[in-house]
């Protein structure tokens, strides 16, 4: 399995930037998927995930009301709507694959890993 993330970038404090990760399986709408982040000295961070079906998310306190995660099962692809951005919103986004099919925020949950995308938010 690869995934590729992509839509990373440099935005202004109140903005918006859509994360795309793409998953070279053929069996992608058995997956679950998670986003998580990282920035440099400290553990990787749970952000959001989507069950198999994407009728099923779970997101971490602190982009709840702010970011969307959505599956395109048609297009082996995840989504990562991000609005309102703040600065502490800047990491290495990184998606994830769980073959349970369900939306964990354990990072230990997942199999693979995309190569992460950087987005910075300046105030």
């Known amino acids: 399995v690869q995934l590729q993330a992509s839509g990373g970038g440099l935005v202004q404090a109140g903005g918006s930037l859509k994360l795309s990760c793409a998953a070279s399986?053929?069996?992608?709408?058995?997956?679950?998927m998670g986003w998580f982040r990282q920035t440099p000295g400290k553990e990787r961070e749970f952000v959001a995930a989507?069950?198999?079906?994407?009728?099923?998310?779970n997101y971490a306190d602190s982009v709840k009301e702010r970011f969307t995660i959505s599956k395109g099962n048609a297009k082996n692809t995840v989504y990562l709507q991000m609005n309102s951005l703040k600065p502490e919103d800047t990491a290495v986004y990184y998606c994830?694959?769980?073959?349970?099919?369900?939306?964990?925020?354990?990072?230990?949950?997942?199999?693979?890993w995309g190569q992460g995308t950087l987005v910075t938010v300046s105030s």
């Open positions: 989507i069950n198999w079906s994407g009728g099923s998310t």
């Open positions: 994830a694959t769980d073959r349970s099919g369900f939306h964990s925020d354990a990072p230990g949950q997942y199999e693979y």
């Open positions: 399986v053929r069996t992608f709408r058995e997956y679950g």
